[in-house]
């Protein structure tokens, strides 16, 4: 590598591919809402596809959808490095979330290209299908797929909030493929993303190398009382879903607060009914999201909520129940992936530091099939899932150019 020491991604092209990409399913507040498998999203796989085809690369899909492309390696034998993220966003995303480690993968093949650098492994870049999961849960579906995680035709029938089904819409937009997904092998794995927390802004550091992840749970509780007037039915009478819901929230807050620094914990999704402003609420249901990277850690905060919500429901004579509807245990990424990312940021000058990843990325999985490892860039406030989630040029190039050292030191430079 000391021959490449100096080796740059073009940022100005990357940055241009970043802005081209967001106008496809734009938001309403200057963000992006190209949700997997939505017309949207499928125009934005064959910009990508047009894109790494010009770049030399071929294409190949499997039958979850998962896109790969190929650069050709000189030694047709070794086992290709994969890199890459997804295109899919939240409802009110923004344009980086995914999307910088896609195309930043993108641009360190064009980079290669332009200079004519050839590797012993081909690289492989990837878009995973539906790692955002907020239109089919569970997130990061169909890495997990990928990963033997999940069984295909389970992760085929989950079914959006209207009723439509994964499997059909991934047929509708036109992006089944006839690959066998998981028949691929993987000498590494390598995924750039936006950091989502303020840690290295805050802080004015470059890189972060992420060392772990936090494993998690998401739970969906319902709690079931009985719909009465708000006027009429007496305060001792009450059998109120909304309050439960209520001491629910706190009792969660609660938990995470008595495991800090190392653990979070929120209820997010509510569905309250039946919503009217003068009836109490008969059926709460919602879903607590927590997390932390101590499994130990996690399965009391579980264990704890659980007891908790029992107890409430007794209290307020309402009835719950508690549903699993994703989990992962906490990752340790390969030491010697994660090697490559410091050393490749020591390389190229810039200030770094070790983080643990707070959100799920399709890497949590795939490293369980392969060595892994991420790089993260600062952006604004640490906002993330939201319109006005920002980056600066300078930390998308800066992310890419410790993704393309990190992917060649591993893919080996043919002199």
């Not at 734009?26 to 999203?41: C, F, I, K, S």
């Not at 579906?141 to 439509?164: I, M, N, P, R």
């Not at 991934?170 to 794995?189: H, T, Y």
């Not at 020591?346 to 643990?356: D, P």
């Amino acid at each position: 590598m000391s021959l490449l020491s100096n080796l740059q991604i073009d940022g100005d092209r990357l940055w241009d591919s970043l802005m081209e990409m967001a106008k496809i399913g734009p938001g309403v507040a200057g963000g992006n809402n190209r949700q997997t498998l939505t017309d949207e999203d499928g125009e934005g796989r064959k910009l990508f596809q047009s894109w790494a085809e010009a770049a030399g690369m071929t294409m190949g899909v499997d039958t979850m959808g998962n896109m790969f492309f190929t650069r050709e390696g000189a030694d047709p034998e070794a086992l290709p490095v994969y890199v890459g993220s997804h295109l899919d966003t939240q409802p009110t995303g923004g344009k980086y979330d995914g999307v910088l480690g896609v195309l930043g993968a993108l641009e360190l093949v064009r980079t290669l290209n332009d200079l004519n650098i050839r590797t012993k492994h081909p690289i492989v870049v990837v878009n995973w299908t539906n790692e955002e999961g907020t239109r089919f849960a569970p997130a990061m579906l169909a890495s997990g797929v990928f990963a033997g995680v999940h069984e295909e035709a389970w992760a085929k029938d989950k079914v959006d909030a209207k009723g439509k089904r994964f499997g059909d819409e991934l047929k509708r937009i036109g992006w089944e493929g006839d690959e066998p997904v998981g028949a691929r092998k993987m000498k590494a794995f390598f995924e750039l993303h936006i950091e989502q927390g303020p840690i290295l802004e805050d802080e004015g550091i470059d890189i972060g190398v992420v060392t772990h992840g936090q494993g998690l749970y998401w739970l969906e509780v319902t709690l079931t009382g009985k719909e009465s007037h708000t006027g009429s039915t007496p305060m001792p009478k009450r059998r109120n879903a909304g309050l439960g819901l209520a001491r629910v929230t706190e009792l969660v807050h609660e938990v995470a607060m008595d495991y800090q620094p190392s653990a979070v914990g929120a209820i997010g999704h509510i569905d309250v009914y039946p919503n009217s402003r003068n009836i109490i609420p008969g059926r709460a249901v919602f879903t607590i999201d927590i997390r932390s990277p101590s499994k130990k850690t996690l399965d009391e905060m579980r264990e704890r909520i659980e007891d908790g919500i029992d107890l409430i429901a007794e209290a307020l004579d309402i009835e719950a129940s508690v549903d699993e509807v994703g989990h992962f245990d906490p990752v340790t990424f390969d030491p010697g992936c994660v090697k490559a990312v410091r050393d490749a940021a020591e390389r190229l000058g810039y200030s770094h530091t070790n983080i643990v990843s707070g959100a799920g990325h399709d890497a949590c999985w795939i490293n369980r099939i392969a060595p892994t490892a991420m790089v993260m860039c600062p952006c604004v406030d640490g906002l993330s899932h939201n319109e006005a989630e920002e980056i600066t040029k300078e930390w998308a190039t800066a992310g890419a150019n410790v993704l393309m050292h990190a992917v060649v030191e591993t893919a080996g430079v043919v002199e």
